[in-house]
């Protein structure tokens, strides 16, 4: 038991430090919502597009990680458009809050074969807290050690930055998040590493049959990399949707990630499911957690809920998106 809750432990600190002052990303892209990766998708379509998150991790562990956000994008002329999004974190006796504002503007390369680049800034204003009010003593530590006082608190500014680039029905972007060192001193002394910089790519391609207009298949590729430690993650996905003549769509997928130096031992597998009907959305995401965590949890549980409202269709077709539930409704 003993040697379950320091594990415990490792893990809580471990992901504290993977999504300080970061927006934790799970599979809250995959619910049509590619603006949670990179600002550079702000603007792509004829809607208004709101998604709002509700993330539990591990459930069945006290103290697991919970994640609620918000995202909305819009285009605000032909060719550039603007994002913003919100969230609140909880790990443990430690919180986090941020807000990040978004602008993008998209260029036409090509005309004749339909490729264009997005280019996409963002600023961040995130705030880490530790609540020290909410520690207790034990068995093991009696007395707690009076130099944890006062409000450990810190507020940090950033900068996101992106490129997006789109052949017909083919996309890669690239990020780069947390451009500026951190301010660390209040907790460690400066001995936590400054550097937050981490670098995710974004990939994939949307199929329609020929014979069926309705249907699309999409498989894609999400990798991370941190720069502080050279860590490194890959999500492996699919996803199907099904469009009636409204507009209307449902969609059902799966998602596989994965350590890039542990390739057949996953972290996460699970299936995905969505709908849009009547510009409302809602989807759900269910990943299994395939570590020592295992017996002692349900899993991660992704929920999210959106509308999708119509603006006016763009003059300029590096404002389409890959797939038709860009422009569609």
Not at 130 to 146: K, Q
Not at 168 to 190: I, P, Q, R
Not at 260 to 276: C, E, K, R, S, T
Request: glycine residues 6%; neutral net charge; hydrophobic residues 35%.
């Amino acid at each position: 038991m003993k040697r379950f809750l320091i594990y415990i432990l490792f893990l809580t600190v471990a992901q504290g430090f993977s999504q300080e002052l970061n927006l934790p990303v799970w599979t809250q892209y995959l619910a049509d919502n590619d603006f949670v990766i990179s600002p550079t998708y702000a603007g792509i379509g004829d809607n208004l597009k709101i998604r709002a998150n509700g993330l539990t991790q591990w459930v069945g562990i006290k103290d697991a990680p919970d994640n609620q956000s918000i995202y909305a994008d819009f285009r605000i002329s032909n060719r550039s458009g603007i994002g913003f999004s919100a969230y609140n974190d909880k790990n443990g006796n430690t919180r986090q809050k941020g807000l990040k504002l978004s602008f993008a503007h998209h260029l036409i390369l090509d005309w004749k074969s339909k490729q264009y680049l997005s280019l996409g800034l963002s600023y961040n204003i995130n705030n880490f807290r530790i609540d020290i009010e909410n520690f207790n003593t034990t068995y093991e530590i009696p007395i707690l050690d009076p130099a944890i006082n006062g409000d450990r608190a810190v507020s940090n500014n950033n900068f996101d930055a992106g490129l997006l680039y789109r052949w017909k029905d083919f996309y890669l972007s690239f990020n780069a998040n947390n451009l500026v060192s951190k301010d660390t001193e209040d907790f460690t002394g400066g001995i936590e590493p400054r550097l937050l910089l981490n670098y995710q790519v974004y990939s994939g391609y949307v199929f329609t049959p020929k014979h069926n207009k309705y249907v699309e298949f999409e498989p894609s590729v999400f990798f991370q990399f941190f720069d502080s430690d050279n860590r490194s993650a890959t999500d492996l996905n699919f996803k199907y949707r099904k469009f009636n003549r409204n507009g209307d769509y449902y969609w059902i997928g799966a998602s596989y990630r994965f350590l890039n130096d542990q390739f057949l031992d996953p972290l996460n597998l699970g299936p995905m499911a969505g709908i849009l009907h009547n510009k409302l959305y809602f989807a759900y995401s269910y990943q299994l957690t395939f570590n020592d965590l295992y017996g002692f949890n349900s899993g991660t549980h992704v929920v999210t809920i959106g509308l999708n409202l119509m603006q006016s269709a763009s003059n300029c077709p590096c404002t389409k998106g890959s797939s038709q539930s860009y422009y569609r409704l």
